[in-house]
Every structure is written in C-alpha cells, then in structure tokens.
Nanobody
Framework: QVQLVESGGGLVQAGGSLRLSCAAS????????MGWYRQAPGEQRELVGS???????NYADSVRGRFTIARDNAKRTVYLQMNSLNPEDTAVYYC?????????????WGQGTQVTVSP
C-alpha cells in the first residue's frame, strides 16, 4: 500500500521560514510529478507548486520567489522550503504525487500538515 507522509508544519511568526517534507513509501515502481497544495479555511484547495521527475518546477504567483520545491528521487521525498511567510500563507498543506504502480499510474495525497503564520 502506498502512503505519502508529511512532516514539518507548525506555527511561525510572519517573516519566518518552515520546511515541509513528504515521503512516499510502498510498492512503488516510480514517481512522476510531485506537488504541494494548500487549503485555507473556507477556501478551495489550490496548487502551491509542482516538480517533475526531471526537476522542472512550477509555482503559484502568490509564492513565487518565496517558496522552493525540491525532490530527492532516491529518498522518494519532496520538500517545500517556505521563506518570508505571511499570515495569508496559513493553511493545511498537502503533498500530491503521481505514482507508478505495477498496474499503472495513480494519484496519491498526503494527510495534510497545518502551517500557521502569526502576524
């Protein structure tokens, strides 16, 4: 069974930094695109950024220049480095991955980790 396990969320003051990690485990053949999404209370889930297996990245306008996505394919882990955080970044952050199983690709989500930025 495949799992995505996130870690690294928490409470930080505005201007601070946090680093999220998401590790995939299970009967995995390979991993395609990986990404981070977030959902604030009363809002829809939105894409924060994504990274291909080759390392190409894409970011939402609201985080570009402040957040950085990276991945370690050997560790099956994707990271989200968040700098210059502001209260508008407060949300539950979810990792997402397109994982190739024996029978084909399937999309998986992590359980979510809370990020709270105080003024």
């Amino acid at each position: 069974q495949v799992q995505l396990v996130e870690s690294g969320g928490g409470l930080v003051q505005a201007g601070g930094s946090l680093r999220l990690s998401c590790a995939a485990s299970g009967n995995i053949v390979s991993i395609g695109d990986m990404g981070w999404y977030r959902q604030a209370p009363g809002e829809q889930r939105e894409l924060v950024g994504s990274i291909t297996s080759g390392g190409s990245t894409n970011y939402a306008d609201s985080v570009r220049g402040r957040f950085t996505i990276a991945r370690d394919n050997a560790k099956r882990t994707v990271y989200l480095q968040m700098n210059s955080l502001n209260p508008e970044d407060t949300a539950v952050y979810y990792c997402n991955a397109q994982i190739r199983l024996v029978l084909g690709y399937k999309e998986y989500w992590g359980q979510g980790t809370q990020v709270t930025v105080s003024p």
